[in-house]
C-alpha cells in the first residue's frame, strides 16, 4: 500500500489539472509564406495566462517551432511542437498534428488540435486557436519573400483525454 501511494503521488503532481484555460498573444516568425503551398518554417513566441477551475493561475511564456505547408492566402494544418513553462514551475509538452484555417479580409484564424506529450495536462487533448494580422502589406504575400512575420491572438484548451 505505501508503495503504490508513493508511486502515485509524483504522477499526479507531474500532470497538474487534467484541464486548464490560457489566453495570450504570440509573435510568429515564418521561413517565408507566399504563394507556393511549398512547407515552410514555422517558429513562435508568446505568453500566456492560464487558470483552472480550482483557482489554479499562473503566466507561461510558451516557445513553438513546426511547419506549415499552407500559402499566405490560406493557411493548411501545421505540424508542430510547443513546450510551455509555467509560473509555478511545471510545464506542458503539446504536439499539434492538425488543424483547420480560414481567412477573411485579411485576418486569419487557425485552429489547431494536439496532444499534451509531456508534463502538465499529459494525455490530454489539446486545442489552440490562433487569430492573426500580417505585419506588412497585402501585396508582402506575393512578393519575393513572402510573409516573414505576424502577430496573433491565441487561446489553448487542454481537457481530459
Same mark, same amino acid.
Given at each position: 500500500m505505501v508503495a503504490a501511494t508513493a508511486l502515485g503521488a509524483p504522477a499526479a503532481h507531474a500532470h497538474g489539472s487534467s484541464s486548464f484555460e490560457c489566453t495570450g498573444q504570440e509573435n510568429i516568425t515564418y521561413g517565408g509564406l507566399g504563394l507556393s503551398s511549398e512547407p515552410t518554417t514555422v517558429s513562435v513566441d508568446g505568453l500566456y495566462h492560464c487558470s483552472d477551475d480550482s483557482g489554479w493561475k499562473a503566466t507561461a511564456p510558451y516557445h513553438t517551432e513546426g /511547419? /506549415?505547408?499552407? /500559402?499566405? &492566402? &490560406?493557411?493548411?494544418?501545421?505540424?508542430s511542437r510547443e513546450t510551455v513553462r509555467y509560473s509555478d514551475g511545471t510545464k506542458s509538452v503539446i504536439e499539434y498534428k492538425n488543424g483547420t484555417s480560414t481567412r477573411l479580409l485579411g485576418v486569419n484564424r487557425a485552429t489547431l488540435h494536439g496532444v499534451v506529450v509531456a508534463g502538465r495536462g499529459k494525455g490530454s487533448t489539446a486545442q489552440k486557436t490562433i487569430q492573426t494580422l500580417p505585419d506588412g502589406l497585402p501585396t508582402d504575400c506575393a512578393l519575393a519573400g513572402g510573409i516573414r512575420h505576424s502577430t496573433g491572438f491565441t487561446h489553448l484548451s487542454v481537457g481530459a483525454a
Open positions: /511547419t /506549415t505547408p499552407g /500559402t499566405c &492566402l &490560406l493557411f493548411a494544418s501545421n505540424q
